[in-house]
């Protein structure tokens, strides 16, 4: 256990992945159950050394501040996928948590990397973290696209400290084909009660159509919107969310986003060799069968 063991939060379960595999969308449909504390931010970043794609942060996290983020008692759960790819979160989670469980939301390969690789361009983080990954081959070489790519590599990390049955892995396309299943699924994972869901009132969040790069005027007001005292802003934040509205999303504060940029061949061929490594090592540490992943070059 940390130093500092009074002020470590419970937390009960994390909700881990990779940028596009569906996480949002699961985590805010896990709101509505009345046994559920989902993570104020949705994703904390705190117990990681990940903080996004770019940012990384070895020191230790503050737990003062990390407490703030579980309003109700519920199972809480932390919902900051960065910390699968994290080679530090595992050795964490379990000095503090040992009895934790993990649901992890994986889509298949090299479609997640091509929207997470839009994702970034499209907001310009690259250019803002001293990057530049307009071309695929130089983003792939990045180890801060493909350590989220590479499933098995991360979860062999968290396996070195809990049991299989500690996690539920869950293909990204069933949240869209059969959602009620999932969520069913999730529950019985985290032994809770069965919920009735309310589908229609969660946003499809985070999706390519609705990404829109950040203007002068829209990074002002982020900057203002930061300096608002939290008992301010999270009142604000929680209604607009709730009715899926994002203003940054509003015409003076972002550019609408250019169309979705895709690989050819050969660009595909640059993860073959190693992602289909690594879903061999998924498919031998986990049993999970995605085979139908595998790229036929």
């Known amino acids: 256990m940390e130093v500092g063991l009074s002020m470590v939060p419970r937390v009960d379960a994390f909700l881990l992945g990779a940028p596009k595999s569906g996480t949002t969308w699961l985590a805010e449909a896990l709101t509505q159950h009345p046994g559920i504390c989902v993570s104020e931010p949705k994703e904390p970043n705190m117990v990681a050394t ?3 794609t770019f940012p990384r942060d070895d020191s230790k996290p503050d737990w003062s501040a990390y407490s703030t983020c579980f309003a109700t008692d519920g199972v809480r759960i932390d919902c900051s996928v960065h910390a699968l790819a994290c080679p530090l979160a595992p050795h964490r989670v379990a000095e503090n948590w040992p009895a934790a469980r993990f649901v992890i939301c994986l889509r298949e390969p090299v479609s ?8 970034i361009l499209d907001t310009g983080e690259d250019v803002e973290n001293g990057s530049d990954w307009s071309d695929f081959a130089q983003a792939w070489s990045d180890p801060r696209l493909h350590c989220d790519t590479l499933y098995g590599a991360a979860i ?9 049955d500690s996690f539920l892995l869950i293909q990204a396309n069933r949240m869209r084909r059969e959602p009620e299943l999932v969520l ?21 969040a985070n999706v390519a159509a609705d990404r829109r790069s950040i203007t002068i005027f829209g990074r002002i007001f982020r900057f203002t919107a930061s300096l608002l005292p939290g008992f301010i802003k999270k009142p604000i ?16 504060l972002s550019r609408e986003a250019p169309a979705k940029r895709e690989i050819d061949d050969a660009q595909r061929g640059l993860l073959v060799e190693e992602v289909n490594a690594d879903i061999n090592l998924l498919e031998d540490l ?5 085979d139908h992943w595998r790229i036929h070059s």
Not at 112 to 119: A, D, F, G, L, Y
Not at 156 to 164: A, H, K, P, T, V
Not at 185 to 198: I, Y
């Open 156 to 164: 062999s990390r968290w396996l070195e400290y809990f049991e299989r």
């Open 286 to 290: 986990t049993g999970f069968n995605v």
């Open 50 to 52: 990940h903080k996004g």
């Open 184 to 204: 069913a699924e999730v529950c019985s994972h985290l032994k809770l009660a069965a919920h009735t869901f309310d589908l229609d009132s969660v946003h499809n």
């Open 237 to 252: 934040v929680m209604r607009l969310q709730g009715r899926g509205v994002n203003v940054y999303k509003m015409p003076v």
């Open 112 to 119: 997640r990397t091509i929207s997470h690789w839009n994702m």
